[in-house]
């Protein structure tokens, strides 16, 4: 059993995190962010965004720690990437934009730590909804979500994602 702590996420973490992000983004499942990240400096964009003076985000880690006769120091295993939205029929949100365990630490309920601690700082903020997205192949997820009491909300209400990006931005921005 390993014990993991689930803490903010401080600057000197950049690092840990990237290299999972690289990891995740490894995957060869569809919308596993290969390929072009059209301008993303990865761990200076991820340290300046973070840990400026007006955060574009927020980041909780998992951290497993040693048990009793183990030499080996904590370790950052899975995070939880989140920031604050506005709602105009609900007011305050926070979307977690991105949530990731190590393949080898996975069904341990790391993932779910991490969901509650999001939820814990929601509320703590006056959030009255928690929000995310997840690939449609990814089953296991969605899973974990529903058993914890998410609602389907492509399934309830129909809604799809949309994304602008790149050139097509540019266009739209007239540029």
């Known amino acids: 059993m390993v014990f993991v702590q689930i ?13 999972l992000i690289r990891v995740k983004s490894a995957s060869p499942k569809p919308g596993s962010h290969r390929g072009s990240t ?10 300046a965004d973070g840990f400026g003076e007006n955060p574009f985000y927020h980041c909780l880690v998992a951290e497993s720690l040693p048990g009793p006769g183990e030499s080996q120091g904590p ?15 609900k007011g305050r949100n926070v979307y977690l934009e991105d949530i ?7 069904g341990q309920g790391i993932g779910s730590k ?14 009255s909804q928690f929000r ?4 449609d192949w990814n089953k296991r997820a969605m899973d974990l ?17 949309f994304r602008f990006e790149g050139e097509v931005m540019r266009k739209l921005a007239g540029k």
Do not use: N
């Open 7 to 19: 803490r903010e996420a401080k600057e000197g973490d950049c690092g840990h995190i990237m290299r």
């Open 38 to 47: 059209s301008g993303w400096r990865g761990g200076e964009d991820l340290r």
């Open 75 to 89: 370790c950052v295993v899975g995070y939880g990437l989140y920031y604050f939205i506005y709602s105009t029929w």
């Open 100 to 106: 990731y365990v190590k393949p080898e630490y996975q």
């Open 114 to 127: 991490i969901i509650k601690k999001v939820a814990e700082v929601a509320l703590d903020k006056g959030c």
């Open 132 to 135: 995310l997205s997840v690939l």
């Open 145 to 161: 979500y529903k058993a914890l009491g998410a609602q389907d909300l492509t399934e309830a209400e129909g809604w799809h994602s």
